[in-house]
């Protein structure tokens, strides 16, 4: 079957978030299942740079009228087969994939990422005469109006299924009406039943509209989307597609994620042979200047400094942390007032709290690593993906009850202790309080050290790769095409 697979980010070329781990290991597990899967990648410097063996493929005009190019090739550091849109004028910028250095969206994020559904809809309806794809599988909004397009477009009665899925409602790609006659959809497309939002112009909405079948990625985030409190206002329209609307839980890539081959981090260890993970504990004391204490336990935050995340739980937690003898490591980026917040708290206390504002990936490995519980206090969390690195890094995740982390994580009270099923330590209130028990959970436990090292040696073997997800995709690309 064959598939294309397009999306904004893909790991390790280009990541801000959990899309691009899932964006670079979907593809080659649904190859590993028997599937053919090309990926469709805006033209960022980085994708370019590692497409390889590639020739332009077709030049094409936007319906906006500007000319850009199509190239085909392989991404040398996946190994995946790839088109990827050469169009200097929109992709070759400063900052992110979305912002510029100073952290403003791009003004035409509208048309940057149009151009990304409208090549993937040419690309369904067969621009590629030696490769169409029988399944168009987009990710988030910035891939959404792949779905609009393929409504709309010639398919030549050939049935091309189409599958969005959502890695989160709450960024929605919503722009002034008037950039909607710039896409060359029919004006039909611009009303409540497709892309019109409260008056603007959606791109999440046209997935969640137009898709054949919507996924997310957890089965609670799946059920939390349909409600008013955290549908973001689409919930009416989940509610009325419920039964096209799934949760694949997301998976972990372990040729990337593994403490026994992980290059980064200063000493190898596994479930079985965990002693490598107190050295790698000390070195990351001591490399950012913590005391170099074994005993206590190290709390580790590797995130987006952002509203979702929950943050502000944790800072109204730290001084008991401290006051415990507790440590903090602390990486992340994003929101001027957490950064501040985080590196204030840092300087007051050096020994116990360290923070990198930053976005560096061989620092993660070594915090998770190093660390004996990874924080994940998220408001809300599609599915998160920090909470499972931390299982296969033996840094027990401690998290709030919502979304993929209800999936994922099994509190460590008694009678789940007892049948052998906590991995970690969950929380229900979103309150500085509910954290703070949770927090005093993990360390009446952390002081059991047996039962410590059981409850770690067990969330280190769970199997999280991605066999699973991969079998549950190809079920609905089947299903879809019967
Ligand atoms: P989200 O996609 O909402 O940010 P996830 O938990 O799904 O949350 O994925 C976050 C990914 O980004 C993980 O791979 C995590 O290790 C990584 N990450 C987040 N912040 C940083 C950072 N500052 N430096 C390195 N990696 C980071
Ligand atoms: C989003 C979500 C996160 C999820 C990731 C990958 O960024 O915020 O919960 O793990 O996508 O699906």
């Known amino acids: 079957m064959k598939v294309l697979q397009v999306s904004a980010e893909i790991f390790p070329l280009l990541k801000t978030g959990g899309l691009a781990d899932i964006a670079g290991a979907l593809p080659i597990a649904l190859n590993a299942s028997g599937c053919a899967v090309r990926v469709l990648l805006p033209g960022f410097a980085p994708i370019l740079a590692d497409l390889q063996s ?36 929109l992709y070759a910028r400063a900052g992110t994939p979305y912002e510029d250095a100073q952290r403003q969206a791009h003004h035409d994020n509208h048309l940057r990422f149009a151009l990304l559904g409208w090549v993937a809809a040419q690309l369904a309806c067969g621009l590629d005469s030696h490769w169409r794809p029988a399944v168009v599988h987009s990710h988030d909004w910035h891939a959404a109006l792949t779905s609009a397009y393929l409504a709309f477009g010639p398919t030549q009665g050939r049935r091309v299924a189409s599958v969005y899925t959502v890695h989160n409602l709450a960024y929605q790609g919503v722009f002034a009406p008037i950039h909607f006659f710039d896409l060359g959809l029919p004006t039909q ?12 112009l959606s791109f999440m909405k046209a997935g969640l509209y137009y898709a054949d079948h919507i996924t997310t990625v957890s089965p609670t985030y799946a059920r939390e989307i349909q409600t008013p409190e955290q549908g973001c206002g689409l919930d009416g329209l989940l509610r009325s597609r419920a039964h096209e609307l799934s949760g694949i839980l997301n998976a972990v890539d372990e040729a990337v994620w593994n ?7 200063p ?14 504990k000390a070195a990351l004391q001591q490399q950012l200047g913590l005391a170099v204490k074994p005993d206590v336990p190290l709390f580790g935050l590797v995130s987006r400094l952002t509203e979702q995340k929950g943050l502000y739980l944790v800072l109204a937690v730290l001084d008991e942390l401290i006051a415990r003898g507790g440590q903090l490591v602390v990486l992340g980026t994003g929101d001027a007032a957490l950064e501040d917040a985080f590196l204030a708290r840092a300087a007051a206390h050096p020994q116990a709290v360290s923070v990198r504002i930053g976005y560096d990936e061989a620092h993660a490995h070594r915090i ?8 994940v206090p998220s408001r809300f969390e599609p599915c998160g993906l920090t909470q499972m690195y931390g299982f296969k890094y033996g840094s027990l995740p401690l ?25 970690g330590f969950v929380f229900d209130a979103f309150t500085p309080e509910a954290l703070a028990r949770a927090m005093r959970r993990a360390w009446a436990l952390y002081e059991r050290k047996s039962e410590w090292r059981n409850v770690r040696q067990r969330a280190m073997q769970q199997s999280l790769g991605w066999n699973k997800a991969a079998a549950q995709y190809v079920a609905l690309y089947h299903r879809l095409l019967s």
């Open 54 to 89: 590639d020739s332009v493929l077709t030049e094409l005009t936007a319906p906006w009228g500007e000319r850009v190019q199509l190239r085909q090739g392989v991404l040398g550091s996946l190994g995946i087969a790839a088109y990827v849109i050469d169009a200097p004028d």
């Open 189 to 200: 497309a611009f009303s409540v039943n497709g892309l019109e939002f409260h008056g603007q």
């Open 259 to 265: 403490p026994a081959t992980d290059a980064t981090i």
């Open 267 to 280: 000493a190898a260890f596994d479930a079985k042979k965990p002693a490598g993970k107190a050295l790698c």
């Open 368 to 375: 998770f690593a190093a660390t004996d519980v990874t924080l």
């Open 399 to 423: 998290v709030h009850r919502v979304g993929g982390l209800a999936d994922t994580v099994v509190d460590c009270a008694l009678e789940n202790l007892a049948d052998e099923t906590a991995n």
